[in-house]
C-alpha cells in the first residue's frame, strides 16, 4: 500500500530537490526504484531525458534507479509485460515532466493506475503531478495551443488514497510570464477563477509551488511542506497558503472552508525588470545573473582572484544543474556568460601584463632617485618590494 505521495511543483531534477529526495530514500532503503517515463514519451528526445533523471539520481542524490518505460498504451506485449513488471516490483515509483493528457491518454486503461496505488512511494512532479487528482488541466492545450480552458479526467488517485477530492495544481508560483500571469500552472488567475467554478463543490484546489514538494505521509495524516515555496489550499476562490517548514494534518485539508486562515487569491504582481517575481534563485539563469554581476564588480576592481572565484563557481553551477530535465535556453545562456567570463578575464591578464614593465621602470627610478639623495631607508624599502614581487635587482656604486 501506498505510505508517502510527494507532489513536487517544478525542479524535480534540480539542485534546490536533492535534499527531499535523499529523505524520501530514506523511507525505500535498498528497494527498487524506477522512473515512469510515459508523460514525455511522445517526445523525440525521450531517451535523453531518462538518461540525465536517472545520471541526476545516481550523481546527486546517490541513488541508482531503473526506468520503467511505458511510452504508449499500445506497446508490443513483451515490452509492455517488461514495464509493468518493473513497475510492480518497485517501492518508488518517480514520474515528472511532460503532457499530463498524453500520460492520462495512455495510463488510463491500462493496469498502471491499480500498481501506482499498491506502491509505497509515489514521487510525482510538475506534469505527473497534475494526473493524480480528480481532474486536470490540459497545459499544453490551453496556453500553448490556444484551446478553450476545460478539464480532463484525472487519475483521483490522491482522492482515492487520501479520502480529499483534490484537483493537483504543480508551477502554482510560476512567474514565467513576467508582465502577464503564468501562475497556477499557466492558467492565470482569470482562467481558474472561471474553471474553478466548473469543479465539484467539494473539489480542493491544491497548489505546490515552484521548487516546492508536498509530502503526504499517509500513515501519520501529516502533510509536509518543504523546498523553497510553499503549499495553497483553495476552494471557493478562498485560498490558504503554508509556507516551506509547514506541517498539517489531512484532515485540514479535507475541512478546508471559507475560515480564519482563508483569505481571498493574492493579485498578481507583474514581473521586476529584470524579468524575476522573487528574490530565490531557483533556476539556474538567476544563478548566473548573479555571478555574472559579481564577476563585473572584480573586473572592475582588477580584482583577478574574485573572478577567477567566480567563474569556477559558474562552471560548478553548469555542472550541478546539468541533468535538469526542463529543457529551457538557460544552459545555453550559462556556457555564452561562461565563455565571456574566461575572454574578459584573460584581458585583465593580459592588462596587467601590460602595465608591468611600466610600472618596474616607475619603481626603479624612483629607488635610483633615492639613492642618488641618499635616502637609503627608501631605497631599501624599494628595493624588497622589486625583490618581493619576484624581480632581481642589481645595483651600481653611487659616485
Request: proline letters at 5%; a negative charge.
Amino acid at each position: 500500500m501506498t505510505e508517502l505521495i510527494a507532489l513536487m511543483g517544478s525542479g524535480e531534477t534540480t539542485p534546490t530537490m536533492i535534499k527531499p529526495h535523499r529523505g524520501i530514500f530514506e523511507l525505500v532503503g535498498a528497494a527498487p526504484a524506477v522512473l515512469l517515463d510515459t508523460p514525455y514519451g511522445f517526445q523525440s528526445n525521450a531517451d535523453d531525458i531518462s538518461a540525465r533523471a536517472t545520471g541526476y539520481f545516481k550523481a546527486s542524490v546517490g541513488r541508482d534507479i531503473g526506468v520503467a518505460s511505458w511510452r504508449r498504451a499500445d506497446l508490443p506485449a513483451v515490452e509492455g509485460e517488461r514495464a509493468l513488471a518493473a513497475l510492480r516490483s518497485a517501492d518508488w515509483i518517480f514520474s515528472g515532466p511532460g503532457s499530463p493528457t498524453y500520460a492520462l491518454r495512455n495510463w488510463r486503461d491500462s493496469a498502471i493506475p491499480g500498481i501506482l496505488e499498491q506502491t509505497k512511494v509515489l514521487v510525482f512532479a510538475s506534469a505527473a503531478a497534475l494526473t493524480l487528482g480528480s481532474h486536470a488541466i490540459p497545459v499544453y492545450e490551453i496556453y500553448k495551443a490556444g484551446e478553450d480552458p476545460r478539464w480532463d479526467r484525472g487519475l483521483d488517485l490522491f482522492g482515492r488514497l487520501t479520502g480529499v477530492p483534490a484537483v493537483i495544481i504543480p508551477h502554482f508560483d510560476n512567474a514565467e510570464g513576467g508582465h502577464h500571469d503564468t501562475r497556477y500552472c499557466y492558467l492565470g488567475e482569470g482562467r481558474l477563477t472561471l474553471m474553478e467554478k466548473w469543479l465539484p463543490e467539494e473539489s480542493l484546489i491544491v497548489g505546490v509551488d515552484e521548487h516546492t514538494a508536498a509530502l503526504v505521509d499517509l500513515r501519520s495524516g501529516t502533510v509536509k511542506v518543504v523546498g523553497v515555496g510553499g503549499l495553497t489550499l483553495r476552494r471557493g476562490g478562498q485560498v490558504a497558503v503554508h509556507p516551506t517548514g509547514s506541517t498539517l494534518g489531512l484532515a485540514e485539508l479535507a475541512g478546508f472552508s471559507d475560515s480564519a486562515a482563508a483569505t481571498a487569491p493574492p493579485a498578481f504582481t507583474p514581473a521586476d525588470e529584470d524579468g524575476a517575481a522573487g528574490d530565490g534563485a531557483t533556476s539556474l539563469r538567476d544563478i548566473v545573473d548573479g555571478l555574472d554581476a559579481r564577476f563585473a564588480d572584480g573586473l572592475a576592481a582588477n580584482d583577478a582572484a574574485t573572478c577567477v572565484e567566480v567563474v569556477l563557481e559558474l562552471e560548478s553551477a553548469i555542472e550541478d544543474w546539468s541533468a535538469d530535465t526542463n529543457v529551457s535556453p538557460d544552459h545555453e545562456h550559462a556556457r555564452s556568460v561562461l565563455r565571456g567570463m574566461v575572454v574578459r578575464l584573460g584581458q585583465l591578464a593580459t592588462d596587467a601584463h601590460e602595465a608591468v614593465p611600466a610600472l618596474v621602470t616607475a619603481v626603479r627610478d624612483a629607488r635610483e632617485q633615492a639613492r642618488a639623495a641618499r635616502d637609503f631607508a627608501m631605497a631599501d624599502a624599494l628595493r624588497d618590494a622589486l625583490t618581493g614581487a619576484g624581480f632581481a635587482v642589481q645595483d651600481t656604486k653611487i659616485a
